[in-house]
């Protein structure tokens, strides 16, 4: 459970964004919508296939 305190006298939208800031973090909305569709593990693997060269493409860019 996320507890966020809330000062007194602070801005409620102040709170309303850490607290959103914190619940983003957990990544709970980005696993369920995973668990909504079936992917395939080799589709999966290829996704992780291509970050990995994306990045790395980055990093030679970069030196």
């Known amino acids: 459970m996320i507890i966020?305190?809330?000062?007194?006298?602070?801005?409620i939208e102040r709170a309303l964004k850490r607290f959103k800031r914190k619940f983003e973090k957990t990544g709970v909305v980005k696993e369920l919508r995973e668990r909504q569709k079936f992917t395939k593990p080799s589709v999966v693997r290829r996704e992780e296939m291509k970050k990995a060269a994306?990045?790395?493409?980055?990093?030679?860019?970069?030196?």
Do not use: F, T
Request: zero cysteines; proline letters at 6%; aromatic letters at 6%.
């Open 4 to 11: 966020i305190p809330v000062k007194e006298g602070e801005n």
């Open 54 to 63: 994306y990045v790395q493409s980055l990093q030679r860019q970069e030196d």
